[in-house]
């Protein structure tokens, strides 16, 4: 195991919001052993308290990383989010500051689509309002508003990894799909593409949401999208709580425009499971409201814990960004008996040039180089060979202007690479 320039027993990482035992023991068997779980996510001040000693960090999708808490972490390495969405971190902030983010990016796909498919069924038959009345001791035996699934058309928008898998399992069940996508995308079976939302919204039985959150899709569904949908259709929303116009659906929803709706994901949405759930869609008929759980399966969780933690050691161990959402992607093998150097810098003419300037000036080999950029910021990775003052030529590579990080990761051994 290659040793690290900060010993791995002093690497702290702090895990938020319950996440699943497989990234402990990843991270365990990978040496780190200073890591802390805490079930719940932290509020800024919480984080603001906590996070100036945290060198790596692991949150879900409760955890607001704000640029002020970026701005404390002063010992930041990196974060992963043990999940899909990565909206909840300042991803621009964590840029400027030379921190990577990862997440997972399809280990809950399928458990979303699933849940998806539930729900198609639960809606168009009606299940939700007869169970609770059967709960009550009523007896409701009647077809009324209850549909089967065949034959109808189901509209997705955002084709991805999630609205795909939800339109081949669709397909297969004798749906017929329809998607929109703001992407040139793959039609996969005999799904059929739309030309636009409005499209979409008038042929489609069922819409369901599988969008980022991004300033375009927040409240891409209000009033006007919702009085284009097909009378007596339903919404699925599982995407994120600022895609949809919570009143506006209630208003729909209320007026039997729409007949039924499933809502995974809330524009607020409590921050602890103590807080109370506060929604116009509370006590509506025919609405399945379900607490932001669209990816929370055993399976899910356990595979996402996996594949994170990989993540993070990955950078931690190698400096190798595969997989972050903020930065050029780097990987670069272990070269044992090399030092290694990374450097973050604002992508701007002359910065690489600087670099190697600092060790050609002290006649130092660079073994391996491997330079990645986007249009903001270029991540390089330096194995030296020779006789290395680590601290001095990481001092050197952080004067340099335009630099955001440098450090170096870990140090070679005698006779070099
Ligand atoms: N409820 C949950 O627990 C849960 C779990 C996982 C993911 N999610 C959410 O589901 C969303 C989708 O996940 P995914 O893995 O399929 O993402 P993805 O990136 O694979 O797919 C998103 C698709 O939306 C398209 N898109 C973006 N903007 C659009 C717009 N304005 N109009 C139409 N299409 C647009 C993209 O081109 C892409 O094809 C994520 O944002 C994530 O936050 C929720
Ligand atoms: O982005 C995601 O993957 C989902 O919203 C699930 O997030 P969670 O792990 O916080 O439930």
Known sequence: MTKLSLSKDKINILLLEGVHDNAISELEHGGYVSVERLPRALDEAELLERIGSVHILGIRSRTHLTAKVLEAASKLICVGCFCIGTNQ?????????????????????????????????????????????????GWMKSAKDSYEIRGKTLGIVGYGHIGTQVSIMAESMGMKVRYFDVVNKLALGNAQPCHSLEELLAVSDVVTLHVPDTPQTRNMIGPAQLRAMKKGSHLINAARGQVVDIEALAG????????GAAIDVFPKEPGSDAEVFESALRGLDNVILTPHIGGST?????????????KLIEYSDNG???????????????????????????NRPGVLRK?????????????????????????????????VDENEVASELRAIEGTLKARFLYPGKPGGC
């Open 89 to 137: 971190v300042d991803l621009k902030a964590a840029r400027r500051l030379g921190i990577p983010v990862f997440n997972a990016p399809y280990s809950n796909t399928r458990s979303v689509a699933e849940l998806v498919i539930g729900e198609i069924i639960m809606l168009m038959r009606g299940i939700f309002p007869k169970s609770n009345l059967v709960h009550a001791g």
């Open 252 to 259: 729909a929803l209320k007026e039997r425009h729409l007949i």
């Open 298 to 310: 055993m399976e899910a969780q356990a595979n996402i814990g996996t594949e994170v933690a990989q």
């Open 320 to 346: 190798s960004t595969m997989g972050a959402v903020n930065f050029p992607q780097v990987a670069l093998p272990v070269h044992a008996g090399c030092t290694r150097f990374l450097h973050v810098h604002e």
């Open 355 to 387: 670099i190697n300037e600092v060790f050609s000036g002290r006649n130092l080999n660079i073994a391996a180089q491997y330079l990645q950029t986007d249009p903001e910021l270029g991540y390089v990775v330096v194995d030296v060979d020779g006789d």
